[in-house]
């Protein structure tokens, strides 16, 4: 089935309409472009209209409920590797667990060089996607193409925010991960060396698992760049008006 896309000098050009899995797919990237697109624009409007202290404030404010909530549930709910930091991390006085919150929203704050470029680049590949996957779905001329260049595109920026993630991991450790070891080795009564080690063993976890994640990301966008790129396969023959 082909759907009438443009006429042009009295030419009829038509499209072939996408089948029905990649019309559930353009749906999925549809999606996928809204969120990017809004998570961007909430990341800039925050860090460019917030101030420094506010910012900090917040992070903190934000981060005590969490632990408000850890200590009222208590660190059984938490997964199996958080539980030995969550039990020591309760025992440490409200007031330096607060200080240790202002330090990790101070590092955030700092990060806005970065955060900010990232976030922009985000909302413009969002867009991108948004705009592609609409164009494939209405049958519009080259819409599949633009589509699969959106995908493509959207490669090397994920894997431009995996390497500013390993680096933003080394940062927070050196800013945040040593003093937060200094002050659980006080009440765990383990060296300073000790507490450090699993606090780096626990961030290696979690870097580890956004990076499984955005792997993961950049191979569904390859395959679907592969697909849309068969997709298009040879010009279509047009009709002409006798």
């Not at 209209?49 to 200590?71: E, G, H, K, P, Y």
Request: hydrophobic share 50%; aromatic share 4%; glycine share 6%.
């Amino acid at each position: 089935m082909a759907a009438p896309s443009a006429e042009s000098g009295g030419r009829l050009v038509l499209v072939p309409r996408l089948p029905r899995v990649l019309q559930a797919l353009a749906v999925i990237f549809l999606c996928i472009g809204v969120f990017q697109l809004l998570a961007g624009m909430l990341e800039v409007n925050t860090a460019i209209l917030t101030d420094r202290s506010t910012f900090i404030s917040s992070v903190r404010d934000r981060q005590l409920s969490m632990f408000d909530q850890l200590a009222k549930d208590g660190p059984d709910s938490l997964a199996s590797p958080l539980r030995p930091l969550g039990r020591t991390l309760l025992r440490l006085p409200r007031p330096e667990v607060e200080r240790l919150f202002l330090l990790l929203g101070a590092d955030l704050y700092e990060r806005r060089s970065v955060t900010v470029p990232m976030a922009l680049l985000q909302s413009i590949l969002g867009f991108l996607l948004i705009t592609g996957a609409l164009a494939a779905l209405r049958n519009r001329l080259g819409g599949v193409a633009l589509w699969g260049w959106a995908c493509l595109v959207n490669i090397p920026a994920t894997l431009l925010s995996l390497v500013v993630m390993m680096v933003h991991a080394n940062r927070l450790m050196h800013h945040v991960g040593l003093p937060a070891a200094e002050a659980l080795a006080k009440v765990s009564s383990r060296p300073v060396a000790v507490e450090t080690t699993e606090l780096e063993a626990l961030l290696r976890m979690y870097t580890s698992a956004q990076t499984a994640l955005l792997a993961g990301w950049v191979l569904f966008l390859g395959v679907v760049t592969l697909v849309l790129q068969n997709r298009q396969g040879p010009p279509l023959p047009i009709p002409r008006d006798e």
